[in-house]
């Protein structure tokens, strides 16, 4: 999630600065896979991800209306101004919020059943 952060902070400053017009595709796990997401702390990453939201929320609102309105063409999404970029990175959110609850979920019930087995 903090390499997806990142990558909109730098493609609304793009947007702003008249360098990006087309957003280039990421692969948010093969990222994932290359920085070893899994294998680091989790307090740590929501840290560093609560960090760079705070950064993202400090560059859109220093932004004026005319910096809000430009838009770039994503190869998934189309055109996108800093609204449609926001309203993606909701649903990304509530995606991996969603990935997570059904992880503790089946944590909880995995320890739950074990705990009756005397394991």
């Not at 990304?92 to 089946?106: C, I, N, P, V």
Request: charge should be neutral; hydrophobic fraction near 40%; proline fraction near 3%.
């Amino acid at each position: 999630m903090l390499d997806v952060e990142q990558l909109w902070q730098q493609r609304i400053h793009g947007m702003v600065d008249g360098t990006i017009d087309k957003f280039q595709q990421m692969n948010p796990d093969k990222e994932a896979a290359l920085k070893r997401y899994n294998s680091k702390q989790y307090e740590r990453g929501l840290r560093e991800l609560a960090q760079s939201r705070a950064q993202t929320a400090a560059q859109i609102l220093q932004l004026s209306p005319a910096e809000l309105a430009r838009t770039a063409l994503h190869p998934k999404f189309g055109p996108m101004n800093t609204l449609k970029i926001l309203e993606t990175m909701e649903a990304h959110d509530r995606q991996h919020a969603a990935q997570l609850e059904k992880t503790l979920a089946l944590v909880a019930s995995t320890t739950t059943a074990t705990a009756g087995t005397g394991c």
